[in-house]
């Protein structure tokens, strides 16, 4: 920062990974006027929002880090939930953030008037800043289902991101909906301390068998001692991770997508003994259609004797249970609604009027859009992580938003210096960049015949169908001719 620079003052709404990964580098770039806006009373986003047994990240903890903030003493190949939301509680105390976050404070609008942005939360906090980075998150508002007589079940019922831990599990008859990455980690979880599990499964997943080493004392010492040992070991991850896996995934018949289809068959003819069985676990389309399910013994799990996969269609839930297409109704003390999430809300449900009073709902009518993800017309010096149609899927969104986050500061770059006092995405720009996205995304795995929350009303992937190599090629520095500045 120079002494010529303009000051800024910035919200960031959200104190998850994203939005303390905004603080520290905002600070790191001089800008000190940051105030951290986070609706409920900690930090963590995602990790403080899910508690399920179980959960767990199936991104490698070595690369599910901060760059900057390497963990020699991550426990596992794949540390546990709770782990993960200690790991930013350490960042926030280490990095001084907690002075910076306004807890309890839910924004609820956000209005573009005289050249700022004017702010306000549920609790009446009132704010006006120059800059809004939006860090709300991905899978944020859970997607309950519409099932007949839900309400009226007798027992226990919660989504899997509101786990009710009040609620005893030993030796009950639980029953999960669900058979996503989160359905997945609940059932290893508690197959062995429940009497009774039933799955309900709609779509059969292909699941990628990954085991979880612990790291043992020496290993993590030899971290400790040796940072560079750490610093190799989240490059070559990131690496092996954008070419074996992120590059290769826009491409449906890529020699990798087709070793995953390959792992995730042997998987299932290896280790599913009872044909019958095998049969109903087999999906019907490719593998990586849906996000990769990624677990150590998920079939092991479904396979223990308390343990039922049931695969008649649901047709409602009645005060004692489940009751099945064949009649059948399943008795049940807890039912845990691992149903996934809204995943085109990103900010929303706030009110967001931009520049000529125009709305975000209107902006994202028919759906959400945004140049590169970060920016959108009309809505000057709101830069969004993680926002809509970026890459997500099975790797580190830690570095996306990095990446991102890189991106958006040299747009403040702009701000600070004087060249402008407004920067957003131009709509014409945006326009060719969602056509090219759209005709790109109509090629990937993601549409190979299956149903997910990648897709759009249309059926088109909401997410970045280019490589990995494109996206932090176009993050590396932003065309300032695609922004209209004033
Ligand atoms: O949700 P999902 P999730 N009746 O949307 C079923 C991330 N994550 O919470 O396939 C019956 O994947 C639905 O069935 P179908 C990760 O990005 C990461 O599991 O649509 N079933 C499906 O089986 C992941 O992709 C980690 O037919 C109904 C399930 O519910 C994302 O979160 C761990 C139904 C929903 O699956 C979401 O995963 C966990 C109904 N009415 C999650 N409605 C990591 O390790 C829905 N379903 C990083």
Not at 141 to 160: L, N, Q
Not at 265 to 289: F, G, S
Not at 405 to 423: H, K, P
């Amino acid at each position: 920062m120079t002494e010529h620079d303009r000051p800024l003052r910035f919200a960031v709404v959200g104190a998850g990974m994203a939005g303390l990964l905004s603080a520290i580098k905002l600070r790191e770039a001089g800008c000190t006027d940051v105030t951290i806006y986070e609706k409920a009373d900690r930090i963590g986003g995602t990790w403080r929002e899910n508690t399920y047994p179980g959960l767990s990240c199936d991104v490698p903890s070595h690369l599910y880090s901060y760059s900057f903030e390497l963990n020699p003493d991550w426990s596992h190949q794949f540390s546990p939930g709770a782990e993960i939301q200690a790991y930013f509680e350490h960042v926030v105390e280490k990095y001084d953030l907690a002075p910076l976050i306004r807890f309890s404070e839910d924004v609820t609008s956000l209005a573009w008037a005289d050249g700022r942005w004017h702010l306000d939360t549920a609790a009446g906090h009132h704010d006006e800043a120059d800059v809004v980075i939006a860090a709300t998150g991905v899978l944020r508002v859970p997607r309950y289902p519409d099932i007949e007589g839900i309400d009226t079940f007798a027992g226990a019922c919660f989504h899997s991101a509101r786990w009710d831990h009040a609620v005893p599990l030993a030796g009950r008859r639980v029953g999960i909906i669900g058979t996503g990455s989160t359905a997945v980690q609940i059932v290893s979880a508690i197959v062995g301390e429940v009497g009774h599990l039933d799955l309900f499964q709609r779509t059969p997943q292909w699941v990628l068998q990954q085991p979880n080493p612990a790291y043992d004392e020496p290993t993590r010492a030899d971290y400790r001692a040796h940072p560079e040992k750490l610093e190799a070991l989240h490059k070559g991850l990131s690496q092996l991770f954008a070419e074996g896996f992120a590059n290769a995934i826009v491409d449906a018949d890529s020699p990798q997508v087709q070793g995953i289809q390959a792992a995730c068959l042997a998987n299932l003819e290896n280790n599913v003994k009872d044909p019958e069985l095998r049969e109903r676990l087999r999906p019907t389309y490719r593998a990586a259609c849906k996000r990769l399910i990624v677990s150590p013994d998920f079939y092991e799990a479904i396979q223990q004797p308390n343990a039922s996969l049931v695969t008649d269609p649901i047709v409602a839930v009645e005060p004692g249970g489940v009751r099945t297409a064949d009649g059948t109704l399943h008795e049940l003390d807890v039912l845990v609604l691992a149903t996934g999430f809204r995943a085109d809300a990103f900010m929303r449900p706030m009110q967001i009027i931009g520049r000529g009073g125009v709305t975000l709902e209107t902006a994202w009518t028919p759906r959400p859009e945004a140049y590169l993800s970060i920016s959108i017309p009309d809505f000057p010096n709101l830069f969004m992580l993680n926002g809509p149609n970026g890459p997500v899927g099975n790797f580190s969104l830690i570095e996306v938003a990095e990446l991102q986050f890189g991106y958006i500061l040299q747009l403040v770059d702009q701000l600070r210096s004087g060249a402008c006092r407004e920067i957003s995405a131009r709509a014409d720009v945006l326009a060719v960049f969602e056509a090219e996205r759209e005709e790109a995304a109509r090629h990937t795995v993601w549409v190979t015949g299956c149903q997910s929350w990648y897709l759009d009303d249309r059926g088109i992937p909401a997410v970045w169908p280019f490589t990995f190599d494109r996206f932090r090629a176009e993050m590396a520095a932003p065309d300032l001719d695609a922004y209209e500045r004033a």
